[in-house]
């Protein structure tokens, strides 16, 4: 049973920072594409940061600069560090991982298979 936990959303200021965590379980996070996506009250789900097995790194642009996404194979653990955050960066904040491979865009939902639950970041 694969399960991906967040962990690391609060209340900040803005120009703040926060550094989230998503930890797996039931599944092994080396091998395939690993991202963060958020959602904000009446928006759709959208994709911040992704990074491949490999480590390459893709930002939307609204984040570029100031959020950096990495990984911890040994630990199955998934960050996004966030800085500079801004009122429009406030959203529930979610982890999703793909089972295999795809060619399919890295900020694209359709490539995800698992998801967490969320944790709400909130800039004021």
């Known amino acids: 049973h694969v399960q991906l936990v967040e962990s690391g959303g609060g209340s900040v200021q803005a120009g703040g920072s926060l550094r989230l965590f998503c930890r797996a379980s039931?599944?092994?996070?080396?091998?395939?594409?690993l991202a963060w996506f958020r959602q904000a009250p009446g928006k759709e789900r959208e994709g911040v940061a992704a990074?491949?097995?490999?480590?390459?790194?893709s930002y939307r642009d609204s984040v570029k600069g100031r959020f950096n996404i990495s990984r911890d194979n040994t630990k199955n653990t998934l960050y996004l560090q966030m800085s500079s955050l801004r009122p429009e960066d406030t959203a529930m904040y979610y982890c999703?991982?793909?089972?295999?491979?795809?060619?399919?865009?890295?900020?694209?939902?359709?490539?995800?298979?698992?998801w967490g639950q969320g944790t709400q970041v909130t800039v004021s």
């Open positions: 999703a991982a793909a089972k295999t491979a795809s060619s399919l865009p890295y900020l694209d939902e359709k490539r995800y298979d698992y």
């Open positions: 039931g599944y092994s996070y080396s091998s395939t594409c």
């Open positions: 990074i491949d097995p490999r480590g390459t790194t």
